[in-house]
């Protein structure tokens, strides 16, 4: 088995959702297969090449990743009697050009960078991973009460941070959305400082403790510190928040062999019922894979729909 990924971004201790999910993936086989031996059923050599874009990882996940490669390998080969490969892609064109070639089997990427392919007819979306009852996520733009800040155009002059990291191609495409709409070209110029840190603490306590006015996150990321320390809650107000959107897509290639897409399919549609599978899910807080539905990408597209509108008026100016 195959299995491919892009270079990561940005860093984060928990890593992201869909690296979890292939870790509960790799467990999750090892009992599906023994299934399949004590019914005395012997299984035909298995090889599959598996994507990754590199924006679903943060930094530190890296290291993560090419361990789950190696557990991959190291499970396909001992109990599924094949081979597997892993892949990250830097671009998606270079993803777009192993698609073409044939060589990619499974593909896990972003919701907008799925839609930037979906043209090419060359994947066929399969789940979106969900997270408890939760399939979309929201960014949010938090400040302090006692700031004075209340909006974007407030902002001027101002200490900001974001978060990098996995997803934070969309945290930026928002980001991006939020200064067009107040007419900023150069947000270098509109704030006195913008930076970028590597976990939601970084981008938060700052703001917490005054050390900075304002900071982008994900809701998800800023709900779990507040379970934590509910007088960031008090303390801090949502100024903006964005159009929840599905961010994770797992796609396989069109025109792959069926046998390959049955067995890729059992082993992700049975991910939550295995029982390693399900105790890997919960150890990091997730639940389940959901098959894929068009309209849970509608968010995403009228997101997209309108940050290129922007991006148009704003070139015309």
């Not at 109990?79 to 073409?100: D, H, P, V, Y």
């Amino acid at each position: 088995m195959k299995l491919i990924i892009m270079k990561p971004f940005g860093a984060g201790k928990a890593g992201s959702a869909l690296i979890r999910i292939l870790l509960a993936l790799l467990i999750a086989l090892v009992p599906v297969h023994a299934l399949c031996y004590k019914k005395g059923v012997e299984r035909e050599p298995f090889s599959a090449v598996i994507g990754y874009s590199s924006s679903i990882f943060t930094h530190r996940v890296k290291e993560n990743a090419q361990a789950a490669a190696k557990l991959w390998s190291n499970l396909v080969i001992r109990n599924n009697n094949g081979t597997a490969e892993t892949r990250i892609f830097q671009n998606c064109s270079e993803m777009e050009k192993e698609l073409k070639s044939g060589k990619i089997d499974l593909v896990i990427l972003l919701s907008n960078e799925y839609l930037g392919l979906k043209s090419r007819g060359l994947l066929e979306p399969l789940f979106i991973s969900a997270r408890g009852e939760e399939l979309y996520d929201t960014f949010i733009l938090i400040t302090r009460r006692d700031s004075g800040i209340h909006s974007v155009g407030d902002l001027r002059g101002k200490a900001f941070l974001q978060q990098s990291g996995s997803h934070c191609e969309i945290h930026r495409l928002w980001f991006d959305m939020l200064m067009m709409k107040q007419g900023v070209h150069e947000p270098e110029r509109f704030f006195s400082s913008l930076k970028e840190v590597v976990t939601p603490s970084q981008a938060v306590m700052p703001v917490f403790f005054k050390r900075a006015d304002a900071c982008i996150l994900s809701r998800r990321s800023f709900d779990v510190m507040a379970e934590l320390n509910p007088q960031l809650r008090k303390d801090l107000q949502i100024i903006e928040a964005s159009t929840p959107v599905a961010t994770g897509v797992i796609c396989i290639r069109k025109g792959c062999d069926s046998r390959q897409r049955e067995r890729l399919i059992e082993v992700l549609e049975t991910l939550d019922r295995d029982v390693e599978g399900k105790q890997l899910l919960t150890l990091f807080r997730m639940s389940r894979l959901v098959p894929f539905r068009p309209e849970y990408l509608t968010s995403v597209e009228a997101f997209l729909k309108e940050y290129n509108e922007l991006r148009t008026r704003s070139r015309k100016r």
